[in-house]
């Protein structure tokens, strides 16, 4: 693909920075809170208990709000409210409260400094949520052997940080990030067609980063670095799969374009359709169950 133009020509005397200052600079982005540090510390322990994660969460007020709220929002129609958080994880099992928990950080994260930012943020998170949303609905579709390969509540977790790279990204480098909106407006192209053009790195690399430093499975890492790009994942492909093709559904049903599994569609659902080996009639069934789940969804955002 040619490069985009751009017709400022401070941006190619911006200062290149490295991954660690852009990480530096994104701030607060680049700090995972304790209690979901701390959730993840619970994953691998076989003994963890309900009354555990309860005691975790709610060292967090906040977190713990959100994760009611969601837990009894209408999408999981769970039969009575539910009231505290040992309940939700009674009903709900640890790993979707973990995910809920995921959730709510992610949610914080994505709103802005100013009102425009947050609108910005805002679409973003939805983005996510709805990509985390079809997450289940493709895992749900997937044929046994690829199905024992992917574990569904880390392809959700990965589907809500899917984009977080772009956050640090505008935190750090606010002009770049701009001028290469505008571009990708401009030209038609998708953002992360066009963003090295403007900007030192992508938002999938920049978005790894994150994950790793945070201490994130390294599954969760290659996820996250290679969602537009899945024959690349040397660590998770089938679960990068789910997540590279959830992005695209939840992109065109925001643009209400159809994602056939051919040539003339985006390369990621075709090399998500390869190896998750789905056909192109599949992919035209499991883009009318996303919609359906994200309009079940909407609850959640």
Not at 18 to 45: C, H, M, N, R
Not at 145 to 153: G, I, L
Not at 271 to 282: G, M, Q
Request: charged fraction near 25%.
């Amino acid at each position: 693909m040619p490069a985009v133009q751009t017709e400022d020509p401070k941006l190619d005397e911006a200062p290149t920075k490295s991954i660690e200052e852009i990480l530096v600079e994104s701030g607060e982005l680049a700090a995972l809170p304790q209690v979901i540090l701390k959730l993840i510390d619970l994953t691998a322990d076989p003994k963890v208990c309900a009354a555990d994660v309860e005691r975790v969460i709610q060292t967090d007020q906040a977190v713990t709000a959100r994760v009611l709220t969601l837990a009894n929002s209408s999408y999981y129609g769970l039969p009575r409210r539910i009231s505290s958080v040992r309940e939700a994880v009674v009903f709900l099992g640890f790993k979707s409260v973990r995910s809920l928990a995921m959730a709510v950080t992610a949610f914080n994260m994505f709103l802005g400094k100013s009102d425009n930012a947050s609108l910005t943020r805002r679409d973003l998170w939805k983005h996510s949520l709805n990509t985390a949303l079809c997450t289940r609905v493709i895992y749900k579709s997937l044929k046994p052997t690829e199905a024992s390969k992917v574990d569904p509540d880390e392809a959700f977790t990965a589907a809500l940080l899917h984009d977080m790279g772009k956050m640090a990204l505008e935190t750090a480098l606010p002009q770049q990030f701009e001028s290469a909106i505008q571009a990708a407006r401009k030209s038609g192209f998708r953002m992360h067609d066009i963003e090295c053009d403007f900007l030192p790195f992508s938002h999938a690399v920049i978005g790894s980063a994150m994950a790793d430093r945070w201490s994130l499975p390294e599954s969760l890492c290659d996820t996250v670095l290679n969602h537009h790009t899945p024959l690349d994942s040397q660590v998770s492909a089938e679960a990068t799969a789910v997540v590279a093709l959830a992005d695209e559904i939840a992109q065109g049903l925001f643009d209400n374009v159809s994602l056939p599994e051919d040539k003339e569609g985006p390369e990621a659902v075709s090399n998500a359709a390869t190896i998750l080996k789905f056909s192109s009639d599949e992919i035209t069934a499991i883009n009318d169950a996303c919609k359906i789940e994200i309009e079940k969804g909407v609850a959640l955002s």
